[in-house]
């Protein structure tokens, strides 16, 4: 591929601003993507990283800046001038149709037709195998896009940008929703692409993975560029300076541990499964006390998510009984378990975090609108919301263009966090539910919601962390359970174990009894 070029480059981002309401999205940024390299861009929640590829889509235009491609300069005015000139992009969140199948959400808007508008599906299907092949993705094209791992349907959005002969691919933070297995797998599939000369665009904060696949990172800060960097030339740890702009601490500080009462009783809790016909959750006792976090550990779709929706009321129990501040809160209402003292951070934040059409401050007291404090008479007490969504603004670092009253669909996913992290931690619970708190977010961010937590236990709550990122198991808790199958397989101090170790029950090579 490389000798046909005049140009070094595939892409040019120069001199690019993007302005939205109340905020510059990138300022004056420039970016280069050389032919057949993966190039890292690297940024916080809300530096900009998103926003810069999607003007190179087409979904945005900028204000100001040129964008070349081989040299020559381009307009890009629609994700189809994208398309037309080679351009493709992996969404975080991706554009799949649920109820067709891998086949046809590959062809979708490109379907190829022969005489009288016939589809030809079967050359479809031999070029998409034949692409499967190529690259080791591995997938089946029969299959219902509902009915597959995340994985899968992420790959089948990479074919969907092969299939289109894209040249220049676009991964926007493509290992927020993997199990490490996927990641690894993942990061095969873009060096088997970039080999074959493909230019990739490789959106991230995870500092391991830039420094496994890419060649050169250039990172954001607040909107601004800051410089870019051969990978093999840095470490981590300046990596993440350039990042956030100081040094991030990677390890939880933690006071010397109080254990109080029980908080949570959980008896033989039982939950079904919505995809197969065994229970999502067998059957499983634990106990958290005030003043200790407790990690359950595993791969994902080991009926960690049932057995949340079990606990927090999302879902009713086959089987079981839970005790909150000694009350069985086993069929207690949502609402109810939230004013008893149980406060939940939700794996899904769009499905059941947020109210996305909402402002920010009406999602800030969403469960706590009715209170005294926030309604009098039957009639909301404006000031007193717009106080405290200030005040969580201020303590949280939410970054959002136009502060309480901005829409939280508009703000990056990372501030969307903030803010439920914030709503949930501020009822001041007896129990803390945090499920993946810190997924998609920076080191900074991660840094500071880890503290949050520990300032929970600190203060004598109980707190329930559920994760399936290593490193976050290892260093915030105090005692970690294995979940594997719907069961709870072994229980690890932090102190003592390693990651093989954990890694070993959680793949079920490894199990012991556990007593609640």
């Known amino acids: 591929m490389g000798n046909e070029h005049n140009s070094e480059y595939a892409i040019e981002m120069l001199h690019i601003t993007k302005r939205f309401p109340g905020i510059i999205a990138n300022d004056d940024i420039t970016l280069q993507l050389k032919h057949g390299e993966i190039h890292a861009l690297l940024g916080e929640n809300g530096a900009g990283k998103s926003t810069l590829m999607s003007v190179l889509f087409g979904l945005y235009q900028a204000e100001e800046g040129v964008i070349k491609k081989d040299g020559k300069e381009v ?3 629609s994700p189809n001038d994208a398309n037309a000139l080679g351009i493709g992009m992996v969404h975080q969140h991706f554009k799949l149709v649920e109820c067709f ?4 959400n590959i062809i979708l808007g490109d379907e190829p037709t022969g005489p009288m508008g ?3 599906k079967a050359e479809a299907r031999k070029k998409i195998m034949d692409l499967s092949n190529k690259y080791g993705l591995q997938v089946d094209p029969d299959a219902k ?24 691919l676009i991964f926007d933070e493509p290992t927020a929703v993997l199990t490490p297995q996927e990641i690894h797998d993942l990061m095969k599939i873009m060096k088997n692409l970039a080999a074959e000369g493909m230019s990739i665009l490789f959106i991230s904060h995870k500092l391991a993975e830039i420094m496994e696949v890419a060649d050169r990172c250039s990172v954001l800060r607040k909107g601004k560029y800051i410089g870019t960097v051969n990978t093999a030339d840095v470490t981590m740890a300046e990596l993440s300076s350039m990042m956030v702009g100081r040094n991030v601490n990677f390890h939880v500080e933690k006071k010397e541990q109080h254990l109080g009462d029980v908080i949570l009783d959980v008896e033989n809790m039982t939950v079904a499964s919505k995809v197969h016909k065994n229970n999502a959750v067998k059957n499983v006792s634990l106990k958290v006390r005030g003043g200790e976090i407790v990690c359950i550990a595993g791969i994902d779709g080991n009926g960690q998510t049932e057995f949340v929706y079990g606990l927090t009321g999302l879902e009713p129990l086959v089987s079981g009984k839970i005790t909150l501040l000694g009350q069985d809160i086993t069929k207690m209402p949502i609402r109810k ?10 794996e899904d934040r769009h499905k059941h975090g947020l109210v996305l059409d909402y ?3 009406d999602n800030i007291v969403l469960q706590r609108y009715f209170e005294p404090e926030f309604t009098k008479s039957g009639f909301l007490r404006r000031n007193n919301i717009r106080k405290q969504a200030e ?3 201020e303590e949280y670092d ?21 803010a439920i992290i914030a709503r949930e931690i501020e009822k001041e619970p007896g129990l803390l539910v945090a499920v993946q708190p810190t997924r998609g977010l920076d080191v900074g961010a991660i840094e500071f919601i880890h503290k949050q937590i520990v300032a929970q236990r600190d203060a004598g709550k109980a707190v329930l962390l559920v994760s399936l990122e290593m490193d976050e198991v290892l260093d915030v808790s105090d005692r970690i359970l294995v979940m594997y199958e719907g069961e709870i397989v072994g229980q690890l101090d932090p102190k003592t174990t390693t990651p093989e170790e954990m890694g070993l029950y959680m793949a079920g090579a490894k199990r012991e009894e556990v007593k609640a």
């Open 391 to 393: 005040k969580m603004i």
């Open 398 to 418: 939410i970054r959002s263009g136009q502060g309480p009253i901005t829409t939280s669909r508009s703000m990056s996913g990372g501030n969307q966090q903030k």
């Open 101 to 104: 199948t891998v086949l046809d």
């Open 337 to 346: 378990r939230s004013i008893l003292g149980m406060s939940h951070i939700p």
């Open 359 to 361: 402002s920010l401050e």
């Open 75 to 77: 307009k890009i005015l």
């Open 118 to 120: 016939v589809l030809k």
């Open 145 to 168: 896009i509902q009915d597959i791992t995340v994985g899968m349907q992420q790959r089948t959005e990479i074919l969907k940008m092969l299939y289109r002969d894209n040249e220049i």
